[in-house]
């Protein structure tokens, strides 16, 4: 908002559009429909005090298209639509550098200027290739990523205003839904817990390709049935259960441990999760599993590592994750198998069959 307003006291353009485009960029489970996206950002116009000025206005050029557009063409539709005026595309100066990269980029600048405003960390370099004009002023880093991880978790950025915020939470936008459902089944405790666990899977996620929301939604929903009685567990845990589960010794001796899948049950039940590799991680969070997915492995690890954990090796795991999530996978199993055999307790065939699994890697 901060470089349209700049732009707009800059040139005094005849009209300023803002182009949501039809569907997120962003590999989401659950994408944001076009409809509330655009909802949200009339109400950023409005915190901005944008909206109302007759220069301002959002098109829905290509939501109409029903497909991904690209900038090109874009400008070719706006040229269309206002033959012979100059127009210009607003952008930081943290999009330059890899501006070569975009469809039919030489497109884009026979059609268009460039107008970019200076973001920290990426300076306005003069390019032949890629010549700009410089919006005066400086502005803040733009961090979609990190505004959807705080979203994700329930945060209020300062950058997102108290109206957009609203529109999220009415209509359940960016795991609002998932997270009310969750609170009411969930204590306070469990439910903060559930929130450590997602926000440290978030951290790691794009570092293992694995889509921000799906690690989210896994990290938040590991435990939805730990608090569920016995009863209710043991309706919600599958009636095609694999031997590998074990069910019969784990009713007799470690019962606790079926909560991880009865969890996948409710997902599916209450959450309306679907997504196979969700269900795997909410299903192995407890014992872990040889084979298991990345997305099952690195909850595994955010369950036992996450913040709050009052066990001093949680820390030390955490440290590791942020380093070698593989590494802080054996260590996480290590911790989990030293403490159930400390104790004397029963531990899950799938518990030892992971940590033989890498004892066997290490033999290869």
């Not at 997305?295 to 440290?319: P, Q």
């Not at 070698?324 to 199993?333: E, F, I, S």
Request: hydrophobic letters at 45%; a positive charge; one cysteine or more.
């Amino acid at each position: 908002m901060q470089l349209a307003a700049a732009a707009l006291r800059q040139l005094a353009p005849g009209a300023l559009y803002f182009v949501p485009g039809w569907r997120t960029p962003f590999k989401d489970l659950q994408p944001v429909p076009f409809g509330a996206r655009r909802a949200m950002l009339g109400q950023a116009l409005r915190a901005a005090g944008l909206a109302g000025r007759p220069e301002v206005k959002i098109s829905s050029f290509e939501a109409g298209r029903r497909r991904v557009v690209y900038t090109y063409e874009t400008l070719e539709h706006f040229g269309r639509r206002h033959p012979g005026a100059p127009l210009y595309f607003l952008l930081g100066s943290d999009c330059l550098d890899g501006f070569r990269n975009w469809r039919r980029w030489r497109a884009i600048l026979k059609k268009a200027s460039l107008l970019a405003g200076l973001r920290p960390g990426h300076a306005l370099r003069a390019s032949v290739e890629v010549p700009f004009v410089p919006l005066r002023g400086r502005f803040p880093r733009a961090a979609s990523s990190g505004l959807r991880s705080a979203l994700f978790l329930g945060k209020k950025p300062p950058a997102v205003s108290g109206a957009v915020l609203a529109v999220i939470e009415k209509k359940g936008l960016y795991l609002a839904r998932e997270r009310r459902l969750l609170e009411r089944i969930l204590s306070p405790g469990r439910f903060g817990h559930s929130l450590a666990v997602a926000g440290l899977a978030l951290e790691l996620a794009p570092g293992l390709g694995i889509p921000p929301q799906k690690a989210a939604l896994a990290g938040l929903l590991h435990d939805c049935a730990r608090e569920l009685p016995a009863a209710r567990v043991a309706r919600l845990v599958p009636a095609k259960r694999t031997a590998a589960m074990r069910y019969k010794e784990i009713l007799e001796k470690a019962p606790v441990l079926l909560h991880a899948w009865a969890g996948a049950g409710l997902a599916r039940e209450k959450f309306g999760i679907n997504d196979r590799e969700i269900l795997e991680a909410i299903s192995l969070h407890a014992t872990g599993a040889p084979g298991m997915g990345p997305l099952a492995a690195l909850i595994y690890v955010c369950d036992l590592a996450a913040e709050g954990r009052g066990f001093r090796e949680a820390a030390l795991v955490r440290r590791l994750a942020r380093l070698d999530l593989a590494a802080a996978l054996r260590a996480a199993n290590y911790v989990k198998l030293s403490y159930a055999f400390s104790g004397g307790g029963w531990v899950h065939p799938l518990s030892v069959s992971l940590w033989n699994s890498f004892q066997e890697k290490k033999k290869g």
